[in-house]
T-cell receptor, first 117, second 114 residues
């Protein structure tokens, strides 16, 4: 399967703990997005990478959030000092660059569901 | 900034009946339009997209959507639904330039019953 994968699929943590999620995009895709989806809402944009460069961050991404894509391949999203309001589904998506077939489509992973107790 | 409105949070329908899921958007610049479907415990899957050209776009499983610029709408339709179409449907827009983040609506849950 060459789709987008995310790990872990579920994470339960206590308030104040740090958590890290991983996203492995489709191998030839140089663009990677993180979104957050809370119950009853559509996904909301968090951040965007083109290759290893983080080019855009939403104001939703507070100082407790950090994302990396060290070699332009997989990406990690870390949340420090988690709060109950961080409970959500965290979705990763990847997209090919312009000039490749289907380049306007973002392919989504299955998501990581975070529950903060 | 762009925004998407999906007025119907839930649409119940009987199997083999037609259905329309409504989507309206707001943007001051040119946009691309998408419908994504989310089955329980799964990620989002692209159903269909409008980039340019013909305003009527179709998916392989019988859904279609029509881009109406004057009404800023991109409603999703299917003439005859199946039980397996039960899912959450999200309308989304992105600007046609830049990094093209997706802006989603709140979703419409389609419930198909026998």
């Amino acid at each position: 399967d060459t789709g987008v994968s995310q790990d872990p699929r579920h994470k339960i943590t206590k308030r104040g703990q740090n958590v890290t999620f991983r996203c492995d995009p489709i191998s030839e895709h140089n663009r990677l997005y993180w979104y957050r989806q809370t119950l009853g809402q559509g996904p909301e944009f968090l951040t965007y990478f083109q290759n290893e460069a983080q080019l855009e961050k939403s104001r939703l991404l507070s100082d407790r959030f950090s994302a990396e894509r060290p070699k332009g391949s997989f990406s990690t999203l870390e949340i420090q000092r988690t709060e109950q309001g961080d409970s959500a589904m965290y979705l990763c998506a990847s997209r090919g660059g312009t000039g490749t077939g289907g380049s306007y489509e973002q392919f989504f992973g299955p998501g990581t569901r975070l529950t903060v107790l | 900034a762009q925004s998407v409105t999906q007025l119907d949070s839930q649409v119940p329908v009987f199997e083999e009946a037609p259905v329309e899921l409504r989507c309206n958007y707001s943007s001051s610049v040119s946009v691309y339009l998408f419908w994504y479907v989310q089955y329980p415990n799964q990620g989002l899957q692209l159903l269909l997209k409008y980039l340019s050209g013909s305003t009527l776009v179709e998916s392989i499983n019988g859904f279609e959507a029509e881009f109406n610029k004057s009404q800023t709408s991109f409603h999703l339709r299917k003439p005859s639904v199946h039980i397996s179409d039960t899912a959450e449907y999200f309308c989304a827009v992105s600007v046609s330039t830049g990094f093209q983040k997706l802006v989603f609506g709140t979703g419409t849950r389609l419930l198909v019953s026998p």
